[in-house]
């Protein structure tokens, strides 16, 4: 099988400090070696010298909604035909792929849009990145007659509703059950789930081999959502030290979503602003370091294309974000995006690099670690590689090795 050689890498192993000089094989869909030394090269091997460029890990946007794109430039409206959104969700995946994430894990979706755009996916009917397929938001009715359709979520009263519904949801593709546990975090109004609503769901969809993940904010409100055995918290503003105890203690991951709240405290005149409170922001602002540096597993991901301040394509102004309003160091963040992004993806051999890990990668015109801000401009995103296969850009001076050295 033939192989490519990275010679001359600053390394990004998606956990560790920039490491210079590094090469890296990959053969197939997987690396192979990684070293600070020479590799015997093979007559069919393809050499590229990165003259000093960085590679790491492809990064993964963990709260994405391929679905949604009522704001951005060519938005459509939620009440659009299946059809339409579908399409719209292809081309956002796509501008994620060129944005430089490789794996996108869904957290809500319209109809059963994940499910079939993550088989297309996988089947390479399309290209685009991995996908890991959400199903429409499961939202807790106010009262028990309300209808449950009519909406692109479903509304639910009772366990066993919550139950069927997460079931019906898996079986149309979703491989993460999103449910609405309490409101906050532009959510204004939602009747809280109870504990027997979120263990029945999240019970359903482990039973099955799926996951859920909770829009939930408020302290009890977070500990009630680790204890029915909700996988993924979504935002957990006012998170204090018991939660982050329970975060760590339980491995759960935690999607802030800090940027749409920032750029809301930023210009209140923006689109969406009015759905968030700049109390909130800089709490979690004061809070996000201190359950950092104590160990939570964080992952970037916002509600991209439901606000025009926030259209698709924008991701990694998130990034930016958490270095220069939060203080997360350039690395930590990385390491998000990464490590602990392909952890969540819950697809093995994701999210850093290493022998024997998938070849999912981003060749950087510049450091990250040093300057975060180089991932917001597509002009210094060299390439982006998916199974070892260049997916966008394109290798830098690739060519054939003449003779084995």
């Known amino acids: 099988m033939s192989r490519i050689v990275f010679r001359n890498a600053n390394l990004l192993d998606g956990d560790n400090p920039a490491r210079a000089n590094a090469t890296i094989v990959v053969e197939g869909e997987r690396i192979a070696e990684v070293t600070s030394g020479a590799v015997p090269i093979r007559a069919d091997d393809t050499v590229v010298d990165l003259h000093g460029m960085t590679l790491m890990p492809g990064m993964v946007s963990g709260h994405y909604h391929a679905a949604y794109s009522m704001g951005g430039e060519h938005k459509v409206p939620m009440g659009a035909s299946v059809a339409q959104l579908a399409v719209w969700a292809l081309a956002n995946t796509q501008k994620a792929l060129r944005a430089g994430y490789t794996s996108l894990v869904g957290a ?103 996951r859920t993940r909770a829009h939930v904010c408020g302290t009890a409100q977070v500990m009630k959502c680790i204890r029915a055995g909700v996988d993924i918290i979504d935002h957990a503003d006012w998170m204090d030290d018991e939660v982050i105890d329970a975060l760590i203690e339980h491995n759960k991951f935690v999607l802030p979503s800090m940027y749409t709240p920032w750029l809301s405290s930023a210009d209140p005149a923006l689109d969406g602003a009015e759905y968030y409170d700049e109390e909130d922001f800089e709490y979690m602002r004061a809070k996000v370091p201190v359950a950092n540096a104590r160990g939570v597993k964080f992952v970037p991901g916002d509600d991209y294309g439901f606000f025009d301040m926030a259209p698709h394509g924008a991701y990694s102004g998130e990034l930016v974000c958490y270095v220069e309003q939060v203080g997360i160091s350039p690395l930590d963040v990385i390491r998000w995006a990464t490590k602990f992004g392909g952890e969540m993806t819950g697809i093995p051999d994701l999210g850093t690099i290493a022998p024997g890990k998938l070849a999912d990668m981003v060749v950087v015109d510049g450091d990250p670690s040093a300057d975060i801000r180089i991932l917001t401009q597509p002009d210094k995103l060299v390439a982006v590689i998916k199974g070892g296969e260049v997916m966008c850009g394109h290798l830098p001076a690739a060519a054939p090795a003449m003779a084995a050295e």
């Open 108 to 210: 809500g979706t319209f109809h059963d849009i994940d499910g079939r755009l993550a088989e297309a996916l996988d089947a390479g009917v399309v290209a685009g990145p991995r996908l890991i397929p959400s199903s429409r938001a499961l939202s807790p009715k106010v009262t028990e007659d309300e209808p449950a359709e009519g909406a692109p979520w479903v509304k639910c009263w009772g366990p066993d509703e919550f139950r069927d519904a997460a079931i019906g949801e898996i079986e149309r593709g979703a491989r993460v059950v999103k449910l609405f546990a309490a409101q906050g975090h532009a959510m204004r109004s939602c009747r809280e789930m109870t504990y027997e609503e979120l263990k029945a769901a999240s019970d359903a969809a482990h039973e099955r081999g799926a």
